[in-house]
């Protein structure tokens, strides 16, 4: 009788050690703030690599590699990076360079990361996915620009997104690939998620945005 109560502390502490939790930024967080945020218990982090800089030319993110060095001064060792990439647009690279020119960037730096995401997200402003016809077809040149590179990488959508960007939510691209979804319900658990896109089971959950804690400003996420 004296091991029961130590065998349900253990199956608990083994259910709280499985629910990480981390952050993704998309400015730049100083070591300080990252230091804070691991001594809260969030592990990882995603780090913006590339945007499309609302409006303008796509670009390397100019505070990537300082961010990921001020990550890592912090002792937190799980990274991953995500891009925003151009779309829609006549002015945008092709896929293939603005992918090649990431690729390039974490080379040259010698950063080490887990895996790149890709954010399909419209910003309208922008009008960065104008066409499901040219959105899909953008979409499968992103994709096999990605996966000619043999990094590990995923896809970032909401059902709502998708829908829209894609013209249904049943469109698969490739749900083989990990999903990052948002849903802003800070419930830290996938109960919430709606299949699309082919995905049944996501791999990562953004389940709150824009929050304000530790000098920075962060999205906070999930994952089993």
């Not at 608990?12 to 981390?22: D, E, N």
């Not at 230091?35 to 409006?55: F, H, M, Q, V």
């Not at 360079?97 to 974490?106: C, F, R």
């Not at 996501?202 to 999205?219: E, H, I, R, V, W």
Request: charged share 10%; aromatic share 16%.
């Amino acid at each position: 009788m004296l091991f029961y109560p130590l065998a349900l502390l253990s199956l608990a502490l083994t259910a709280v050690q499985a629910r990480t939790i981390g952050v993704d930024v998309s400015a730049l967080t100083s070591t300080a703030s990252y230091t804070c945020i691991k001594n809260l218990g969030y592990d990882y982090a995603i780090i913006r690599c590339y945007t499309e800089a609302y409006g303008n030319n796509p670009v390397i993110d100019s505070n990537c590699y300082q961010n990921y060095l001020n990550a890592k001064a912090a002792g937190i060792s799980k990274i991953d990076i995500y891009m925003f990439p151009c779309t829609g647009r006549s002015t945008c690279k092709s896929a293939a360079t603005q992918v090649n020119e990431l690729v390039s960037y974490v080379g040259t730096n010698k950063m080490i990361v887990g895996r790149l995401w890709f954010d399909v997200e419209i910003d309208s402003a922008a009008n960065n996915w104008p066409s499901t016809t040219t959105s899909r077809t953008t979409l499968a040149a992103f994709h096999s620009a990605w996966s000619a590179t043999g990094w590990k990488w995923g896809i970032y959508a909401s059902y709502y997104q998708w829908q829209t960007i894609t013209g249904s939510a049943s469109y698969v691209l490739d749900s083989s690939l990990p999903l990052w979804y948002p849903h802003y319900d800070e419930v830290l658990a996938f109960s919430d998620f709606t299949p699309f896109g082919g995905w049944t089971t996501p791999t990562l959950k953004q389940y709150a945005g824009d929050q304000t804690f530790c000098s920075a400003g962060f999205d906070k996420n999930y994952a089993p």
